[in-house]
């Protein structure tokens, strides 16, 4: 303690004479500070207030550390003069928490003001700023915001989830233990011997631990440690710092020198020296090599690409009951048709292909690959996962587990891994679950329907994707404790709080069902008119059955209806649209006079009624004739009536909620590759 209170010292005293050498005065001062210092600094007009606040702090904190030293052989050693200025009676009526506080702010913002911002581009967001290089050596994605914004509300509403639970209240109440037990330690602890002149001093002053000044009381001392995986410019892991309470400690690791000398400085700009800490190493090796001990509560991964290399080593790191965050925006890969292979080898699945209805359902099925490859790490490991959410946006996929350890359940992982068949025709999709859990010993896993070799509604080939996580994507507990952080936040710091609300609004009201599907591409298959939303959850609702909307696309739906319904939904619209086409050219016909168009309405209204439940632009072979062949409407469709679902759906609809980024600059979108050199 003694010599980091020397250190501290020796910097405000540098502070000073760095002033004054800087105001061309430093030839009338001596090697230490004196009663003159404050005659110069006073009769100096030009200084500045600033400076001048330095000029005493430099010597309030050289004073007071040597007088706290109690020594007088080291007090003199230091600095002999000091107890002898007119500011050490001032000063030895605060206490020393107060000094030292004092100190570390004046040697925080002695570093600050060693940097040359004019370097440097200076980009804000949150409540943090970094200095971003001019020559864009490090990766810096601006428009990631979101991202940022939300991984930051979702830590602190895991945060509150955490410490509410019986795993944390025993960490945080160990934690208390420990500052209790130092404190009565410091209390119990005999003064050294000292002369008499110093013997009042330790009369009025009690040894105080340097750590303790800058930690909270201990209801609310830090204890979260956080790891940004891959940092690059260290905006994230200083966010990190700033906005979220009771951290401990953010490592912001990166491979690049550069990168990690920009997150050290704008650490250091940022006044987190003790709390975000920057580190140089490959992140798989870093993470692989910790202890248990060493473990964190929130892993950040957010690559540039794909995660897949990073999940082993990053689920094993994470505490019991921690939370990992992973982003992957390789969506050309998990959502695209261009890269099969590729996605197999690093996600071990396949997603739905190039069919007209798997274009559409390719981004839930890339946050579905990506959870099977988390759930398959963290199983090696005896652990399981709980996604509490996971979204497409944009171009990118981010995912948030809960990861804890349980042996007996982790053995469920085959019962919530499934392959899905997927007509390349008319989208039907067969889930089959790996496994399946059942109260007899010995049994095996077992089909619940056998998908023929061609669909049985269009008589089109099925196509296998996966092995896919097939659970649940969302926790409504946890995403409406998101959306309780996002209304307490300030608008002005979270420039997309509105976003977030909206996408995780709808995230929350999803069926936990796989997939959604377009109501446009269902319309498609008939030549029919675009179906509404409204219309098809009246429909769906007053079959009793539900439907939600999805946050990954727009004018798409999920309904745990089964197929056929769904079918029968698009046959029933396609008559509806018909009766309706009639009903308006009967009306043109009763306002037409000349005789030729009133014949070529007639012909045009009998065709109508001869094919009210086919469409004649339906030709042999397609998908919509086939459907027509094979479907039969049994149940009255209602499109008309309100229901419940159709109610739920609405009011969603009516929020006007935004859901989508607009392009904020020009040039809009991802950035390439930082350099390595």
Not at 405 to 412: D, E, G, I, M, R
Not at 536 to 551: D, E, I, M, Y
């Amino acid at each position: 303690m003694h010599f980091l209170m020397i250190r501290l010292a020796m910097w405000a005293q540098y502070a000073l004479h760095h002033i004054l050498a800087n105001q061309t005065i430093m030839s009338q001062m001596g090697p230490c500070s004196s009663p003159q210092t404050n005659k110069f600094a006073g009769n100096f007009k030009q200084k500045s207030v600033l400076d001048l606040h330095f000029c005493f702090l430099s010597q309030h904190c050289l004073i007071r550390s040597c007088v706290h030293l109690k020594t007088q052989n080291i007090m003199h050693r230091s600095n002999p003069a000091c107890a002898r200025t007119p500011t050490a009676a001032w000063v030895s009526s605060h206490k020393s928490p107060d000094m030292l506080k004092l100190a570390l702010k004046l040697h925080k913002h002695i570093r600050r003001m060693s940097i040359n911002v004019d370097d440097f581009t200076v980009v804000k967001e949150g409540k943090a700023t970094i200095l971003a290089p001019k020559e864009d050596k490090v990766f810096y994605n601006h428009i990631q915001q979101f991202n940022r914004d939300l991984s930051v509300m979702a830590i602190r509403a895991w945060l509150k989830q955490y410490m509410a639970s019986k795993e944390g209240g025993k960490e945080l109440r160990a934690k208390r233990r420990k500052v209790d037990a130092g404190q009565k330690g410091l209390e119990s602890a005999e003064p050294t011997g000292t002369s008499g002149t110093d013997k009042s001093v330790e009369s009025s002053e009690k040894p105080v631990d340097l750590s303790d000044t800058i930690a909270k009381t201990p209801e609310t001392r830090p204890f979260i440690r956080i790891l940004e995986g891959l940092s690059a410019t260290g905006l994230r892991a200083v966010r990190y710092g700033h906005e979220i309470p009771h951290v401990a400690r953010v490592v912001a690791n990166d491979l690049l020198p550069e990168a990690v000398k920009l997150i050290n400085r704008s650490v250091q700009y940022n006044n987190l020296e003790e709390t975000v800490v920057g580190h140089q190493g490959d992140a798989i090796k870093y993470m692989g090599s910790l202890a248990d001990a060493e473990k964190f509560h929130v892993v950040d991964l957010d690559p540039y690409g794909t995660a897949a290399p990073f999940i082993d080593s990053a689920v094993r790191l994470v505490r019991d009951h921690g939370m990992l965050l992973v982003t992957c925006t390789d969506a050309g890969v998990l959502a695209g048709n261009g890269y099969p292979e590729k996605c197999f080898a690093l996600y071990g699945g396949n997603n739905l292909g190039n069919t007209p209805m798997g274009l559409e359902l390719n981004h839930e099925a890339g946050i579905r690959l990506i959870l099977g490859t988390i759930a398959a790490a963290a199983a090696r490991y005896k652990k399981l996962i709980e996604p509490v959410l996971s979204l497409s946006i944009d171009y990118y996929f981010r995912v948030f587990v809960r990861v804890r350890t349980s042996p007996l359940q982790v053995k469920q992982l085959a019962s919530q891994t499934m392959l899905a068949y997927h007509c390349v025709g008319c989208g039907d999709i067969i889930e089959q679950r790996l496994g399946r859990v059942a109260d007899k010993k010995f049994q095996t896993p077992r089909i619940a329907r056998i998908p023929g070799e061609n669909c049985t509604f269009c008589t089109r080939p099925y196509h296998v994707a996966g092995p896919m996580w097939g659970g649940a994507l969302h926790d409504a507990t946890f995403i409406t404790d998101v959306l309780e952080v996002n209304s307490e936040v300030s608008l002005e710091v979270y420039g997309t709080r509105e976003r977030i609300k909206g996408m995780l609004t709808l995230a929350k009201h999803e069926l936990d069902l796989p997939f959604y599907f377009n109501l446009n591409q269902l319309s498609s298959f008939m030549r029919a008119p675009p179906i509404s939303i409204d219309e098809f959850t009246r429909a769906v609702g007053n079959l009793g059955h539900k439907v939600s909307l999805t946050h990954a696309k727009k004018n798409c739906v999920k309904t745990d209806a089964p197929w056929e319904k769904v079918l029968q939904i698009a046959v029933a619209w396609l008559r509806r649209s018909n009766e309706r086409l009639l009903a308006d050219q009967k009306q043109k016909l009763a306002a037409e006079v000349a005789d030729e168009k009133r014949a070529k309405l007639e012909a045009k209204i009998a065709l109508l009624e001869a094919n009210l439940g086919s469409n004649l632009n339906l030709t042999e072979g397609m998908v919509g004739t086939k459907i027509l062949q094979t479907v039969l409407v049994g149940d009255s469709i209602d499109f008309d009536t309100p229901n419940d679902q159709s109610e739920t759906v609405g009011r969603l609809r009516r929020l006007k909620m935004v859901r989508y980024q607009e392009n904020p600059t020009k040039d809009w979108g991802p950035k390439s590759r930082p350099s390595k050199k």
